[in-house]
């Protein structure tokens, strides 16, 4: 996640959607008072090397605690509460002042979920041996997805940000944000993570018609938003990341 005071947008980070890479990329143009979460050790290597700003700002101020909280941070010993990688739209919002959160342009990166799916798979189990797509896609993994998906940028099921970015065409669709929020240069995203697919499997190949309907059911919100369809033989197009 990303606060851009200066620029005054707010990144919602998704999981196996580039969001590592538009991050790397985002946090180029940070300055002092922005919020970047931390990411992986691999990761941060890689947003230094591309010349991003690190992790800062991420302990959410005390001014902006409830009472619940602070009684928990005294006599508990409980740490701070702190914005983190792939965190919700409503507990963003909750940690930041309301004119912040309002005011600020939001936004986030959408993959079709059962392409999606299939490159968790893959990220998870780089080398055989694996299990089978099918033991793999349990209801706590396809939970995960979901809570790292749609869970990160809707809030009681309505749409919490003002854009959705396509992961199959984050190229063009970034490069309009870029322009319309007057960020400096290109995105010129960096390859933070991805190439784990075998020969680019296509998802239609890899997913048995009970996968395939598990995840629609799951993702059947998000599907119904964003018009996603299973294409038999067909597969989305590569995006950094994938």
Not at 55 to 81: K, Q, V
Not at 138 to 153: C, H, N, S, W
């Amino acid at each position: 996640m990303i606060l851009c005071r200066g620029y005054q947008y707010i990144f919602l980070k998704t999981s196996k959607t580039a969001g590592t890479s538009v991050e790397i990329a985002l946090s180029r143009h940070c300055a002092a008072g922005d919020i970047v979460t931390p990411v992986t050790p691999r990761d941060e290597r890689s947003r230094r090397a591309a010349g991003g700003r690190g992790p800062m700002g991420y302990a959410a101020p005390i001014s902006e605690h409830s009472t619940g909280d602070l009684f928990r941070l005294l006599t508990r010993g409980r740490r701070r509460r702190r914005f983190y990688n792939h965190m919700p739209a409503r507990e963003v919002r909750s940690l930041l002042p309301a004119d912040v959160w309002e005011s600020a342009f939001k936004f986030c990166v959408a993959r079709n979920p059962w392409d999606r799916a299939v490159s968790y798979y893959f990220h998870k189990y780089k080398a055989e041996p694996r299990p089978t797509v099918s033991q793999f896609l349990t209801d706590a993994v396809l939970e995960k997805l979901r809570r790292e998906g749609p869970g990160v940028y809707m809030i009681d099921g309505a749409l919490a940000v003002d854009r959705v970015l396509r992961f199959e065409n984050l190229g063009e669709e970034l490069d309009a944000v870029w322009s319309e929020r007057g960020l400096p240069g290109s995105p010129d995203l960096p390859r933070a993570k991805g190439g784990h697919r075998p020969g680019k499997a296509r998802y239609s190949d890899v997913l048995t018609p009970g996968d395939r309907d598990r995840i629609a059911h799951v993702f059947a919100d998000e599907i119904d938003l964003l018009g996603y369809r299973f294409e038999p033989g067909g597969r989305p197009l590569v995006a950094p990341g994938s």
